[in-house]
DNA sequence: CCTCCTACTTAGACTAGTATCAGTAGTGTG
DNA sequence: CACACTACTGATACTAGTCTAAGTAGGAGG
C-alpha cells in the first residue's frame, strides 16, 4: 500500500514505442478525441484517456499540441470540418428537389443521431464558433426558395419570402439536432412512448409538415 | 513559496457563523446549484464554489447532501420540480384557446432562454429523468386537439389524429428549447443573422406555422 | 443557566487530472 | 554510417477538486 497509490501513470508501460509521422499522430489523437467529444461531451475529452487509448503516454499528446486547450481549439477546428464535410455528402446526395427533402431529412438526421453529431454541434455552437460553418445549408435554401417562387408565379400567388426557407430549414436542423439530445423528454412531455418507431414518425411528421407549409399542392 | 500553495482553503477565512436551519439552507445551496447549472452546465456544480458564494465550508455542503452526487440528485428532483412549477405558471396563463398559442410559446420560450432552463432540460434529459415531469404538456395537446375536432366536426372532414397535436407541441418545446443552445449556429447555416429580432421572428414563424398546420383555416 | 443537538468550521487526506522536463529512440538525409 | 531531428517516454510537480474526521458554536428546551 502507498505505492499502486502512485496512480494510473504507473501501470502498463506501455508497449514498444511506435513512431507516427507528427501529421498522423495528431490525427490520430484528435479522432480518438472527437469520438469522446460527440460521445460524451467535451469534459469527456480528457488527455490522459485519449493518450492511453491509442497507447501513447499523456506527455505525447501535451508535444502534439502544447496544452488541453490547443488540443480542444484544435478539436474544435477538426469537429467543425468533418460536421460540414457530412452535411455536404449528405446535401451531395440530393437530387435538388424539394421532393426528395425525406432523404435528406433522414440523413440529416443520421449524422445529428447516429454519429453523435448532435453532442458536438452543441459544443461548437457554445463555443461560439461562428466564423466557420455558416451558410452550409443555402443549397437547400436556394432550391426550396426558387421552388416556392416557380409555384407562385404558376398559381399567380404572392411572390413567397425567402424567409420562409430559411426559417424552415432552421427548424428541420433545430429539431432534428435536438431529438437526440432531448426528444425523450419532450415526447414524454406530451405522452408519447419514446422509442425507435415514435422518433421516425416524428421525423417524418415533421418534414411532412415544413414541406407542406412551403409547397401548398 | 510553498504555503500559499495550501490552496483554497486557506484564503479568506469565513466571516462569523451563521446557522441556518437544515432546511433553510439545503434551499440556499440548491439554489446557488441551480443558477450554476442552468448557466454554466452541471460540471459548474461545484461544492467548494457554490460554499463559497453562499460563505459557508464545502464540508457544509457534504454535511446536508452527502456527497456530489447526492447534491446533484437532490438538485435533479429540485431542477425539474421548478421546471414543472415554470411550465404550469405558464400554461395557466392561458385561456384555453389555440389563438393564444401566441403568448404561451412566448411563455414557453422565456423559461428555456431567460431562465437558463433550456440547459437544464437539457441536462435532465440526459440523466435520463423519465419518471417525473411527464405529461406536462398534455392540456396544451388535448385543447389543441380538442379544438381540431370540433373543427373537422364542423367541417366535415375526416377526424384529425391527436397524434398531431401531439408532434405539434412536442416540435415547439423541442425547438424554442434548441434555440437558445443551438440557435446561433443553425440561423448562421441558412445565413440569417443572429440577434434578437431575428430570433423573435423566428419564434413567432414557427408558432404561426405550427397553427396554420393544425388548425387550417 | 445548563445541556444537548446539530449546523457548521478547520485541517488535511486523497484523487484525478494537467503540465513540464530531461532524456531516449526511431527515422530520414548527408 | 553517422548525424541531426523530433516523436515519444517516464518521472515528477502542481492544481483543483471531493470527501472525512474532529472539534466548535449557535440556539432551543428543560
Known amino acids: 500500500m502507498g505505492d499502486t497509490a502512485t496512480s494510473a501513470r504507473t ?3 506501455l508497449p514498444h514505442r511506435v513512431r507516427r509521422s507528427a501529421d498522423q499522430a495528431r490525427r490520430t489523437i484528435l479522432a480518438v478525441a472527437e469520438k469522446h467529444l460527440a ?16 497507447g501513447i503516454s499523456d506527455a505525447a499528446v501535451h508535444h502534439h499540441f502544447g496544452s488541453r486547450q ?19 455528402s449528405v446535401l451531395a446526395d440530393w437530387n435538388g428537389k424539394p421532393s426528395g427533402l425525406h432523404r435528406i431529412a433522414d440523413g440529416i438526421a443520421t449524422i445529428y443521431a447516429d454519429r453523435g453529431y448532435a453532442r458536438l454541434a452543441l459544443w461548437l455552437s457554445q463555443e461560439g464558433w461562428e466564423s466557420r460553418g455558416s451558410g452550409i445549408f443555402q443549397p437547400l435554401v436556394d432550391a426550396v426558395h426558387r421552388t416556392r417562387l416557380e409555384q407562385a408565379r404558376h398559381n399567380g400567388r404572392v411572390r413567397p ?16 439536432a435536438a431529438d437526440p439530445l432531448m426528444g425523450s423528454g419532450f415526447l414524454r412531455s406530451v405522452e408519447l412512448p419514446d422509442d425507435r418507431d415514435t422518433r421516425a414518425r416524428f421525423r ?3 418534414v411532412r409538415t415544413l414541406v407542406s407549409v412551403l409547397l401548398p399542392s
Open 204 to 206: 417524418r411528421w415533421l
Open 11 to 13: 501501470r502498463n508501460p
Open 161 to 176: 419570402k425567402r424567409e420562409d426557407a430559411q426559417f424552415a430549414v432552421a427548424t428541420l436542423n433545430l429539431a432534428l
Open 70 to 88: 490547443g488540443l480542444l481549439e484544435a478539436l474544435m477546428r477538426h469537429a467543425a470540418r468533418s460536421l460540414r464535410t457530412e452535411t455536404e
Open 39 to 54: 460521445n460524451d461531451g467535451p469534459d469527456a475529452v480528457r488527455v490522459q484517456v485519449i493518450a492511453r487509448e491509442i
